[in-house]
């Protein structure tokens, strides 16, 4: 490229770090579903892909990355663990002294899959596996098995409903709701009005001792007065409604318009910067917006 552009652009220079994938063999590599190799798939006994009459099964499209007739997939199926132990019990090449022959038990599987619709293409590797858990189980069932008369002792024991008979029974009283005789009480609105009418007085009497200097006491008509007073204060300020705080109107952090859409999102913006001029500015900080633009990105 910098050779065919060399005239047009005589004072070009490469890229450093770019590597051109177009002067290079593209690779067979598959990621994802691998294809089935045709040796495996030969010894397996399992027949190639066919788009004509394949594809309509039920996992045609797994079928057809692996290019096998059926798909090849591990026992999980109730039809397949029924055809395993049968197999088991019966097949030769799954029941030998010695060990499942698997080159020849994968055959026998898949030679029995080309006529049951239920049942799936295997590899040996996959049968392995199935027959690992399946000897675990094997042993914990004949272990449960030997083991059945001495832990039906032991389970009718734990089970014995006469056990039960040695236990001590609990008194039986009969519930009682609970009373509270003394401490807290419920406040009437009477109490509520003396409360607030000697905490009112106490306060008011308390300032106009401090205006008038310590030595001064007020008589009987002026603390009427002054408890008058407070309580028509103290009753304004519970009746007042709360006031809500008005907030600030929302303007964009770039212009500082605000009709502005950038107020949503920077990128809305298309007014220059009130800081710096700029058009393509990211605008203040929304961290220090009492800043510049370029002082709350700074620092």
Known sequence: MVALTSRVIPDSKPLAGWVNGNLYKPTTEVFGILP?????????????FDSNFDYNQCHGFLASKQGTRKPVLPIH?????????????????????????????????NRTAEIDLEISYKL??????????????????????????????????????????????????????????SGLRSLTPMDLDHNLHEGASTMFVGKVQQMRGPSAEPGPSSQSNLVTVAKAAALQSLNR??????????????????????????????????DCGLKNCLGRNPKKPQKTCREGWDN
């Open 124 to 181: 040996v590797e996959q049968l392995m596996a199935y027959y690992n858990d399946w000897k675990a189980n094997l042993n914990i069932k004949q272990t449960l098995s030997l083991t059945l008369e001495n832990r039906k002792v032991v389970h009718d024991l734990i089970r014995n409903p006469q056990r039960s008979l040695q236990i001590t029974a609990a008194p039986q009283q009969p519930m009682q709701l609970h009373k509270v005789t």
């Open 241 to 274: 409604p709360a006031t809500k705080a008005t907030r600030k109107p929302r303007t964009c952090r770039k212009c500082g318009v605000e009709s502005c859409q950038g107020k949503k999102e920077v990128k809305y913006c298309t007014n220059m910067c009130r």
């Open 36 to 48: 089935v190799p045709n040796d495996v798939r030969q010894e397996c006994s399992m027949q190639e």
């Open 77 to 109: 199926t109730n039809t397949e663990h029924k055809l395993f132990k049968t197999l088991m019990a019966e097949e030769p090449s799954f029941n030998n002294a010695s060990g499942p022959s698997w080159n020849l038990a994968v055959k026998v599987w």
